[in-house]
Nanobody, 126 residues
């Protein structure tokens, strides 16, 4: 059974930082692409950043380039999203997903719902 769990969300002032963590079990994480997506009520889920299983391919949405950094620790089956210089518009529910399709120019969600975590809320205040 695949289980993906996010943590690290919270309330932060604009300009601040947060680090999200994603742990996964029930699948070979070291051989899995990992992605971070976010969603605001009433809007479609957006691909924020994705990393290939080798770490050699990384995608960032234009809105987060230069502020967010994705990384992974295959030994501990964990991926991270370091978010700096947070803006009000970064407020969203952030989801981690295993097995997204990823290239340097796109990150596509996995087709199966079983590869998704429950999400962690990030709220940026002024």
């Amino acid at each position: 059974q695949v289980q993906v769990v996010e943590s690290g969300g919270g309330l932060v002032q604009a300009g601040g930082s947060l680090r999200l963590s994603c742990t996964a079990s029930g699948l070979p994480v070291a051989r899995s692409n990992i992605g971070w997506f976010r969603q605001v009520p009433g809007k479609e889920r957006e691909g924020v950043s994705c990393i290939s299983w080798t770490g050699g391919i990384i995608f960032y949405a234009d809105s987060v380039k230069g502020r967010f950094t994705i990384s992974r620790d295959n030994v501990n089956n964990t991926a991270y999203l370091q978010m700096n210089s947070l803006k009000l518009e970064d407020t969203a529910m952030y989801y981690c997903a295993a097995n997204p399709a990823v290239s340097n120019t796109m990150c596509r969600p996995p087709p199966s719902s079983r590869f998704w975590g429950q999400g962690t809320q990030v709220t940026v205040s002024s």
